[in-house]
């Protein structure tokens, strides 16, 4: 197994055991494994034309061959894995076998998996004892015989939207030779799928981790609203805005994983009285994707300022592409938007709480962490418990206001980022210009956490130069299954999610 170029210590656990399957068992079709859908590797593994541990062992060749040079895993357990799959195997051939049963499946650095520590992002964690329970969501993906090939990089404690990680490795966004920013936090994840290493990843989004990652690499990136999906398990950043979510190459993929980690958990209080999502029935009840009777916001203040052009002109015809389908398109401005930046000065809630949350890393070893990051976190030690409650009651009202402004719409369009991936090397100039790129890919995505929306980033075309663009397709509350609709139809209209980044140059290097 070659080891990451950037993050000579990575983690890879038996890697005596015999990865590579033989030639003559390869499924041969003009589709290679590593780039089917979830849906139709799925349909594989129930008809019995391909087995769970061929598929596992596909990937995990995949990872041998790419992540020495991407660098989007932490950890990876080979043996784990391929007994997992023959206990899929199993389940598939009893007839009893949920639909993810056999599939691969990444998780962040943040998920803890039992036997493996969890690392967070930082060497100041690698040698915590070894989770001894599952967090909820990978228990209820093994629970459906899914299959964990690893764990991913993350920016050091979550906390960043570049994607930067000098302590423990960055991965490097594949669509691009020159070593460039994924978007963060959950950037492993992002260049895990975005290269045909795992079909499908967990993620968490507190400020746009999701789907900054997502718009960068070319995937689709669910943020689910807060209290939709257990957090219990997973290193926590922010009590108020932390949700997990998947990453993706299509919709309908990500709809599957949601509908297998939503719903109640007596662990995580948030979700009580909620209920499982079915947007992958939800999804096959709108396959046609006619949206006539729908109308989208395209929210134009705020979300543009500091846009590329090419951004900026890809969102404007996306929106045509919904008029297209029959939906009623707006150009609005949304007065709660600009409210949204004003009431979260200096991060104050997530800064407060991510000190409070990571205080013995900060208080004890603030010189080992990320500038930036330490910089960032540090600011919520001298967070007055009246800024902070203020501010919390604030942003309450917000919501509220924000429920009333958008209710004449079904959802709001915007670019999910105002900028395109950039290289790793522009950024390492000076903690500044890190600064503030951080802030500019997060500014779109931290909105919709803070006015407590549902948001789906998907592909929606590529800059001069071969980068993808993301669209954010904006849902209220608890409206998932609203925005996978639009989500599932812009895709059905178009073909961004097809495409496929070449690398070849890591063969050639």
């Known amino acids: 197994m070659p080891r990451c170029a950037n993050d000579p210590r990575l983690d890879i656990r038996n890697t005596s055991l015999t990865i590579r399957p033989a030639i003559a068992n390869r499924t041969m079709t003009a589709t290679p494994l590593h780039w089917r859908s979830v849906s139709r590797l799925a349909e594989e593994l129930r008809s019995g034309s391909l087995s769970a541990e061929h598929l596992t062992r596909h990937y995990l060749e995949r990872i041998a061959d790419l992540d020495g040079r991407l660098c989007a895993f932490r950890v990876v357990d080979a043996e784990r894995a391929i007994e997992q799959a023959r206990r899929s195997s199993r389940l598939l051939a009893s007839g009893g076998a949920g639909p993810l049963c056999g599939i691969p499946f990444a998780a962040k650095d943040l998920f803890d998996v039992e036997g493996m520590t969890t690392g967070a992002g930082t060497r ?11 967090a909820a969501v990978v228990r209820r993906l093994e629970e459906a015989g899914m299959v964990l090939l690893g764990k991913t990089h993350t920016v050091q404690l979550a906390y960043g939207g570049v994607g930067i990680n000098n302590d423990v490795g960055t991965p490097r966004n594949p669509w691009r030779q020159e070593p460039s920013v994924a978007g963060g936090s959950s950037s492993g994840s992002a260049v895990a799928v975005a290269s045909g290493m795992a079909p499908i990843a967990l993620g968490t ?65 948030t979700t009580w009285g909620r209920q499982a999502t079915t947007l992958g029935v939800d999804l096959a009840k709108h396959a046609d994707a006619d949206l006539s009777g729908v109308r989208i916001g395209l929210v134009e203040n705020v979300f543009f300022d500091e846009a590329s052009r090419e951004i900026a002109t890809a969102i404007h015809e996306s929106a045509e592409v919904f ?18 930046l004003e009431l979260n000065p200096r991060g104050l809630v997530i800064a407060a709480e991510a000190y ?11 010189d080992a962490l990320d500038p930036v990051v330490g910089g960032r976190i540090i600011l919520g030690k001298d967070v007055t418990a009246e800024e902070y409650l203020e501010t919390v009651k604030s942003w309450q009202r917000l919501r509220a206001e924000a429920r009333l402004e958008m209710s004449a719409y079904d959802a709001l369009l915007c670019p999910t980022t105002a900028r395109a991936s950039v290289p790793i090397a522009d950024l390492q100039v000076s903690a500044e210009a890190y600064r503030t ?38 849902g209220g509350s608890f409206d998932e299954s609203t925005i996978a609709r639009l989500g599932r139809a812009y895709e059905s209209a178009t073909s961004w999610q097809e495409q496929r980044p070449d690398l070849s140059w890591i063969e050639r290097g």
């Open 124 to 134: 100041l964690l690698e040698d915590t004892a070894p989770a001894t329970r599952s």
């Open 205 to 269: 989004d507190t400020g746009g981790s999701v789907r900054i990652p997502a718009a960068l690499c070319g995937l689709v990136g669910l943020k689910t609203t807060v209290g939709r999906v257990s957090r219990a398990g997973v290193h926590p950043l922010s009590w108020s805005l932390d949700s997990v979510g998947p990453l993706a190459r299509s919709v309908e993929d990500a709809a599957l994983l949601c509908d297998a980690i939503s719903g109640p958990d007596d662990e995580d209080p």
């Open 323 to 340: 008029e297209g389908l029959g939906a009623v398109v707006e150009r609005i401005e949304l007065d709660t938007v600009r409210k949204a």
């Open 356 to 366: 409070t949350l990571n205080r013995r890393l900060v208080d004890g070893h603030l």
């Open 437 to 474: 790129a951080n802030l500019l890919y997060l500014r779109n995505t931290s909105i919709g956490n803070i006015l407590d929306l549902c948001g789906l980033s998907v592909p929606c075309g590529f800059t001069e130069t071969g980068l993808p663009i993301g669209l954010m397709i904006y």
